[in-house]
């Protein structure tokens, strides 16, 4: 489905991909996991074409979206759905016109069809009655609550999550990721989860790659990661910082 | 020695870059301007935010300004006894330059301002990161409309400027100076010309489109976090005032 290849992006002197590798499955949900300022979000940026790789490619459903331009982009971009970490909502609309907006931009559809879309998107992610409320008069939670009934709207076949549970309690998170799992089994969206939300995420994820200064040091399901020898991956899950390595290079 | 030079040098190749990516902008806003879908409803309240909620600063200031050219005009024209051309030097000094730049400062502090700080927190919130992966293209959505809307607004403000400094100085002038209200208005309609109006209307629409360029331009390039935006609208207001009374001098001088 998605496929990205020996990417590399450096601003300025700063190189933040360094010849990413990875595969993401159709209607699996994959998480990539690693320390903040990694890159995940610059990875995330790449696939929907928000950022161009110094280098590399992304092959999405066959079509590299690092060399598609205009009316073209645009189109491959309409299957994609990305849900921002801090929501991205449109702070001087209200819920109601927040996620109704892809529908009334980019299709033809009737005030009514539109409307009854935009409630039953907002009771998939339980906020139905909340259409006329302005997203700062909302809580972070239910802000990415929006924000998923948003991206789900226009039923895209692949949604990028960008840290949808970051500065959330534990409840929440919880909460947050059964959403996506729910949600992820009725519409059948591929999904891609940047998070570090260890150890939850294993629970809704089908595969985890874990991203390292750079570059992806390991791929595999839930189970495989935990269970991994690799030794970056596997303080990264205990939270300890660079122990091991550092460990070594003094020896 | 040679950090002297580096320094400069940097100095002057950012200065370039700057200017190269405000120009590049300023292609894009045109080349966008004519590519459907137009944006009438985002053009509608862009509108009413520059026009309708400037009016009292606009009529404020014009009133003010028109004022004082009538007290202060009165006492120069006093000295060499030519009180009697106080309507023409009023509506002149208004009509030609003042009503434009003062109109043009106004709005810049009051609207130019708040739209920067407006697309600049829309950048950092990354709103149009989210419009572009809607496919909505974010210079179309939310740069064309001040563009548009500010050449239509400030030519239209500039007249209410204009037209209220005028009733402002024949207030001055005739209940406080003594002057007759037939000289006032009578020597002004034989020493303003059509073309001193359209001088006025020219300068405020090339204004116009000055002040919404460069102060979108300062929000959609605007820094990271509040005080990124701060920045922004700092620069935005700052350059922008600068850019008015040097553009405004430059028309004066060889263009108009």
Known sequence: MIEIRELYKAFGKQEVLKGVNLFINEGEVTAIIGRSGGGKSVLLKHIVGLLKPDRGSILIKGKDITELKGSKLDQLRAEIGVV???GALFDSMTVYENVAFPLREKTKLDKGTIYESVLNALKDVGLKGMEYKYPAELSGGMRKRVALARALIGKPKIILFDEPTTGLDPILVRSIHKLIRDTQKQYGFTGLIISHEIPEIFEISDR??????????????PEEIQKSENIIVKNFIMGIENGGLNEERKS | MSFIFRYIGERVINLWIFLGRMFIFLTEIF????????????????????????MIVVIFTGAFSGMVLALQGFYALNKFGAEALLGPVVALSLIRELGPVL????????????ITAEIGIMKITEQIDALTVMAVNPMKYVVVPNILAGIITFPLLTAI???????????????????SEGTYFAQMELYVDMEDIRIGLYKSLSFGLLVTWICTFMGYNSG??????????????????VVILLWDYMLGAFLL
């Open chain 2, 103 to 114: 109109c043009a400062l106004m709005v810049t502090g009051r609207a130019g301002s708040a």
């Open chain 2, 224 to 241: 990271y976090g509040a005080r990124g935006v701060s920045r922004a609208t700092t620069n935005a207001v700052v350059l922008s005032s």
């Open chain 1, 84 to 86: 921002f970490q801090g």
């Open chain 2, 161 to 179: 400027f204009n037209v209220v400094g005028i009733y402002g100085g024949y207030l001055v002038s005739v209940h406080a100076l003594g002057l």
């Open chain 2, 31 to 54: 080349f966008y301007i004519f590519i459907p879908p137009f944006r009438f409803k985002n053009l509608l309240r862009q509108i009413r935010f520059f026009g309708n909620k400037s």
């Open chain 1, 208 to 221: 985890v790659a874990m991203l390292h200064e750079g570059k992806i040091v390991e791929v595999g399901t």
